[in-house]
């Protein structure tokens, strides 16, 4: 699937500005009408330059006209906004530095005349410019852009800021639940401004989203949403992008002839080489769907002619495969052997994954379809990297949407319960109000009474605080019923094979002792020396198989001793107990699955530490997670400084810190690198080898703690070590 470009940076600085004046054949009318060159005629000028509905040579001669009436006549702010219209030509075209000089030019008028909307505007514009090259510093000025926004109550300005926000962390930083969360508001903004080309650009970019995380059914709702929003606004350019937006939502489903309907209506509107090569490969790929080769053929070629001329590589790729797949329908191996190749090279230029995914499957179908198994299988093994790669970044993205939305709706849920709570408030001061002030009293009945509701506050905020880290542990219990329920089902499963291990190795033994007592008499010395030798072995090694298969089935009790579910239920505790029970669980765990494994351990029990209410089996999961980590981590650096002097160390503590608790587990492997130190929380991210780890545990451990009330921090150098730190209320 070729990725559409969504120019929703460019549709973010530029919608809104014209809502007020009522649309854009109205401003083309006023323009057509007023011709005096005074104020009036350049804020039309720039604003329907400014309104991303033209072709690029139009938004230049608007804003050439709108900047020479502005420096003849003195109109300062005019020629601002003139120079920030012809920053976007400039930025559209690709020419970064023409525009940045624009941009400084406007960005001086703005200081100069000292108004604030001028300015939001340049900080947009100065984002755009730094978008896909310095992304840090486009999200700087989009942020600062917005603060300055929200300084001006302007919520179709806030709306634009936010929507540009949105645009950045979704297409550029790839943050998606940040782009979800700035979509999000940017709608909210629009509603209240009764924007309705913010709206549409808003409900492009979540269905973008939606899109991300592969539900196409809510995507192709907000782009459609858009789609007839945009039939009153007549921008031309959204209108063709929303289009082909909805054509790949509708190829996707696998609806064809809707896809080509919404196509063929984008392709009589493209005003420009890159979309015209854009619309006419993707109805390329439908034509290959459907077996319509001779339309697959002529829409790929020509797509194909067009990315060649533009230099568009990535577009080369994606035309190439494409290629591949219709002739091997046509049973022309060797022509679609050619062009996956090409397409290949071409996905490594740009290290397009997706296209080498597709070029390198192309690859393997060929060459499986000519019978050359060997080759069939290298690029079948290929795109089976290509395809888990993509696979683990998509996971990601939804994983990151879902968590968001999650979020939301529990924000949602506790600000209605707050404005509940709010509202009793407000009606029981109320009431105290019309009571004080029918009944006039002393002095010491009124302090008496103010105490009294000082008192009831502090009930109402201690039980909605109970609420919260009820509701937390009501959460984190579910997390880990379920993890419970995993662990004992597998180890159920294991339990099986090894009673068998443990009857049939017993029963085996019995067969020796029997056998022992019938050899038979006339054999020779030797013989019988022999064979007693060789039933010795047998029994030796009959008693390893009953040796290792009860420590296997010890392993097993102690799993579902561990896997049993939380009670939810919070305890005294005595947490040096605890943490020492769960360090030697760990360490005869890593034992039993690597006998040259061995590490020294440290431990430091504060002996005054008194017990603490927690729930044991949540936090004894934390401690057991932590220690395993480290042990781990010495394994791995044992291995790497096997030629060197190490010993590996695993310390584990326990100390009071004012009204917390803190356990603290701490190693001296090779430590956690900086770049990747505040993503270690975050679900199924981790950094051991495919199959070793799930990226579940410190996220697990993570809510368990927050759940108590408590805080899972980690100091850590790369090269030297990292320490845990376990904080938990004294409550």
């Known amino acids: ?87 976007l030509t400039e930025i559209s ?65 806030i709306s634009r800021c ?64 858009a789609f007839d929003a945009n039939k009153e606004l007549g921008n031309t350019r959204l209108k063709v992008n929303l289009l082909m937006n909805i054509g790949e939502r509708y190829r996707l489903m696998g609806k064809y002839p809707e896809a080509i309907h919404a196509y063929k209506e984008s392709m009589k509107e493209q005003k420009t080489s890159y979309s015209m090569e854009l619309v006419k490969s993707d109805l390329a790929d439908v034509y290959v769907r459907i077996d319509s080769l001779p339309l697959a053929f002529e829409y790929a070629f020509s797509a194909l002619a067009i990315a060649k001329k533009i230099n568009d590589i990535e577009g080369v790729a994606w035309i190439d495969g494409i290629l591949s797949r ?96 709010k509202k009793l408030q407000q009606n029981f001061l109320i009431s105290i109000s019309v009571v004080l002030g029918l009944l006039v009293i002393t002095a010491l009945l009124l302090l008496r009474n103010n105490r009294q509701k000082q008192k009831a506050k502090r009930k109402i905020e201690k039980a909605y605080a109970e609420l919260k880290s009820t509701q937390a542990q009501l959460i984190q219990s579910e997390k880990m019923a379920s993890l419970g329920e995993l662990t004992a089902g597998i180890a159920h499963e294991i339990q099986n094979p090894l009673n068998f291990v443990n009857n049939f190795s017993e029963v085996n033994g019995e067969l020796i002792e029997e056998l022992r007592g019938e050899k038979l008499k006339e054999k020779s010395e030797r013989d019988e020396a022999l064979e007693d030798e060789l039933l010795n072995d047998i029994a030796e090694n009959e008693k390893k198989i009953n040796l290792h298969g009860k420590r296997a089935d010890a392993i097993v009790k102690s799993m579902l001793q561990h896997s049993r579910s939380s009670t939810g239920q ?35 029990y504060d002996k005054t530490l008194e017990k603490v209410n927690v729930i044991p089996q949540d936090i004894g999961r934390v401690v057991l997670n932590l220690i395993n980590n480290a042990f781990y981590a010495v394994s791995t650096e044992a291995l790497a400084k096997v030629d060197r002097e190490y010993n590996p160390t695993v310390s584990v503590s326990t100390r009071k810190s004012g009204d917390k608790i803190l356990i603290t587990v701490k190693d001296n492997g090779n430590g956690i690198p900086e770049s990747i130190k505040d993503k270690i929380f975050q679900p199924f991210f981790t950094t051991k080898p495919t199959g070793q780890g799930t990226g ?36």
């Not at 960005?107 to 909307?117: C, P, V």
């Not at 850590?716 to 845990?724: L, Q």
Request: aromatic share 8%; net charge negative; hydrophobic share 40%.
């Open 1 to 87: 699937m070729r990725k559409i470009i969504l120019l929703s940076t460019l549709f973010a600085i530029t919608t809104g500005v014209f809502a007020q004046s009522g649309g854009i054949e109205k401003l083309r009318q006023e323009i057509k009408t007023h011709t005096r060159e005074d104020t009036f005629r350049v804020n039309r000028l720039n604003e329907l330059a400014n309104s991303g509905a033209l072709t690029l040579d139009e938004n230049s001669k608007l804003a050439n006209e709108a900047l020479a009436i502005s420096q003849k006549t003195g109109y300062a702010i005019g020629e601002g906004y003139a120079k920030l219209n012809l920053a």
């Open 93 to 157: 075209n690709g020419n970064k530095t023409e525009a940045n000089a624009l941009i400084s030019q406007a960005d001086s008028i703005a200081e100069k005349t000292g108004d604030r909307e001028l300015l939001i505007n340049v900080l947009m514009k100065k984002a755009s410019n730094a978008q896909f090259s310095n992304n840090n510093e486009a999200i700087a000025f989009g942020l600062k852009a917005e603060k300055l926004s929200q300084e001006t109550g302007n919520k179709n300005l």
């Open 162 to 225: 936010q929507f540009l926000i949105a645009s950045i962390y979704q297409n550029s930083l790839s943050d998606y639940s940040k782009a979800m969360e700035y979509a999000m508001k940017s709608m909210s903004s629009a509603e209240e401004a009764e924007c309705m080309p913010c709206l549409a650009s808003s409900w492009n970019t979540i269905g973008a989203l939606y899109n991300i995380i592969g539900d196409q059914e809510k995507s192709l709702l907000y782009y459609q949403k």
């Open 326 to 421: 219709a002739y091997l329908k046509k049973k022309m191996p060797d022509s679609a052997l050619y062009y996956a190749m090409q397409g290949l090279d071409a996905a490594k230029q740009t290290g397009t994954i997706e296209f080498m995914r597709d070029n390198a499957e192309a690859l393997a179908n060929a060459y499986a379809f000519k019978n050359d198994f060997k080759n069939a299988y290298i690029y079948h093994d290929l795109y089976t990297t290509y395809h888990d790669s993509i696979l683990n970044v998509e996971v990601g993205n939804k994983s990151r949407v879902l968590e968001y939305n999650y979020d939301l709706e529990k924000k949602q849920a506790q600000i209605a319960a707050l404005n509940q709570q």
């Open 570 to 604: 919070k305890e005294p505790t005595n947490i040096n107990a605890l943490t020492d029970e769960y360090l030697r669980l760990a360490y005869h765990g890593m034992r039993a699955k690597d006998k040259s494994f061995n590490a020294t351990m440290n431990t430091d």
């Open 696 to 731: 579940l545990g410190l996220s697990l451990s993570y809510d368990i703690v927050k759940a108590h009330g408590g805080e899972l921090k980690v100091k850590t150098k790369e090269g030297e070590g990292s320490e845990f730190v376990i904080e938990l209320p004294i409550v």
